[in-house]
C-alpha cells in the first residue's frame, strides 16, 4: 500500500532541509550583528550615567552611595555583583544585587522603598531609572570576577531550595513552569534560543551576561527584569520587583552558575 508517493516525500524532505538552513542563517546574521555591537556596547552610557549616581549626594539624608555595603565591606564596589545574592546581617535577609540597591538607597539616603519600586523598569526609549543604571554600573565593576555564591547561611540554603521549588512549579493557564521552556537544550521559541538552566555550562552563560543592553528595547534590563518578563511569558501573576519570590528564583539561577565569570552587561538582540 502506497500511503504517500516518492514526489511528496521528496518535496517534504526539501521543505525540512530549506527550512533547518534557513534557521541556520537567520542564526549566523544574529552572531554576526552580536560581534558587530560589541565594539560599542551602548550600555557603557548607562554604567556612565549609573557611576555618576553612585558618587553624587542625593535623596533626604543628602549622601552618596558610595558607603553601600554589597557584601564586600562599605564602599568595596568590584566584583560585588559576582557575589550576589547573600546573606546580610544588617537586613537579616538574603538580598540580591538590586534589593541590595533599595536598601542601601533607602537606608544611606533616605529615599522613599514605595517610590523606587513603582517604576524600576524604563519604557521603551526612555532614560534608564536610577536603579538601571547604578545596576549596570556595579555589575560593570565586576566583569571578568568569578561568580561565588554562599550557601552557607541557613537563609541563603533556605532561599535556593525555594528557587529550586519555584523553578520546577507548574501553573498558568498552560500549566508552565520555568523548567518547561529551560531545561532540554537545543529548544527554541521562533528564533530564540532557549538556554538549558539545569545545565551548568548554559547557566553560567546566562547568568553571567545579566544585566543586558537589548537592542530590540534599546533599553539595558536587569536580572529583576529578565525573571519578571519570563513571569509573564509564563502567564504568572506580575512578579513584584525585589519580592522573596524573585530574590530565590536569582539565587537558585546563581548558585546554578557557579564558577562562571561575569561578562556583563551583555549585549543581546
Ligand atoms: C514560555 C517559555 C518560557 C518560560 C516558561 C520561562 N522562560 Fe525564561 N526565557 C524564555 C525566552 C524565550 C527567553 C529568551 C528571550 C530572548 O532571547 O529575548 C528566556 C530567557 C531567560 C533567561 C536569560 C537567558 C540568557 O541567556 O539570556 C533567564 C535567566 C530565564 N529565561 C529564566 C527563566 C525563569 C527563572 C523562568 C521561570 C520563572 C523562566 N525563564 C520561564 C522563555 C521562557
Known amino acids: 500500500m502506497k500511503i504517500i508517493s516518492l514526489k511528496s516525500v521528496l518535496w517534504i524532505t526539501a521543505l525540512v532541509v530549506g527550512a533547518q538552513a534557513q534557521a541556520q542563517s537567520v542564526a549566523d546574521e544574529l552572531a554576526k550583528y552580536r560581534a558587530m555591537l560589541a565594539d560599542g556596547n551602548p550600555a557603557e552610557l548607562v554604567e556612565a550615567q549609573g557611576e555618576a549616581l553612585w558618587k553624587t549626594l542625593r535623596g533626604p539624608k543628602n549622601s552618596s552611595l558610595e558607603q553601600c555595603d554589597l557584601g564586600k565591606?562599605?564602599?568595596v564596589v568590584k566584583g560585588a555583583y559576582a557575589e550576589l545574592p547573600r546573606y546580610f546581617k544588617?537586613?537579616?535577609a538574603v538580598q540580591d544585587f538590586e534589593s541590595r540597591l533599595l536598601y542601601c538607597m533607602v537606608n544611606l539616603q533616605g529615599l522613599s522603598r514605595d517610590e523606587l519600586v513603582a517604576k524600576p523598569f524604563s519604557a521603551q526609549g526612555e532614560r534608564a531609572t536610577d536603579l538601571e543604571a547604578l545596576t549596570a554600573y556595579v555589575v560593570g565593576e565586576s566583569r571578568g570576577s568569578q561568580i561565588k555564591i554562599s550557601q552557607k547561611h541557613a537563609?541563603?540554603?533556605?532561599?535556593?531550595?525555594r528557587g529550586q521549588?519555584?523553578?520546577?512549579?507548574?501553573g498558568g493557564p498552560y500549566?508552565?513552569?520555568?523548567a518547561s521552556c529551560h531545561s532540554t537544550t537545543g529548544k527554541r521559541i521562533r528564533l530564540q534560543d532557549l538556554p538549558n538552566l539545569t545545565d551548568p555550562v548554559a547557566s553560567q552563560k546566562a547568568f553571567a551576561t545579566w544585566p543586558a543592553y537589548r537592542v530590540s528595547q534599546g533599553a539595558v534590563r536587569t536580572?529583576?527584569?529578565?525573571?519578571?518578563?519570563?513571569f509573564r511569558q509564563q502567564r504568572f501573576p506580575e512578579l513584584k520587583y525585589a519580592s522573596?519570590?524573585?530574590v530565590d528564583l536569582i539565587t537558585y539561577l546563581a548558585v546554578m552558575a557557579q564558577g562562571g565569570v561575569?561578562?556583563?552587561p551583555a549585549i543581546k538582540r
Open 165 to 170: 521549588q519555584t523553578f520546577y512549579y507548574r
Open 73 to 75: 565591606g562599605a564602599g
Open 244 to 246: 522573596q519570590t524573585s
Open 90 to 92: 544588617d537586613a537579616n
Open 155 to 161: 537563609l541563603e540554603k533556605a532561599a535556593f531550595a
Open 262 to 264: 561575569m561578562d556583563a
Open 175 to 178: 500549566d508552565f513552569s520555568c
Open 223 to 230: 536580572m529583576q527584569w529578565r525573571i519578571n518578563d519570563c
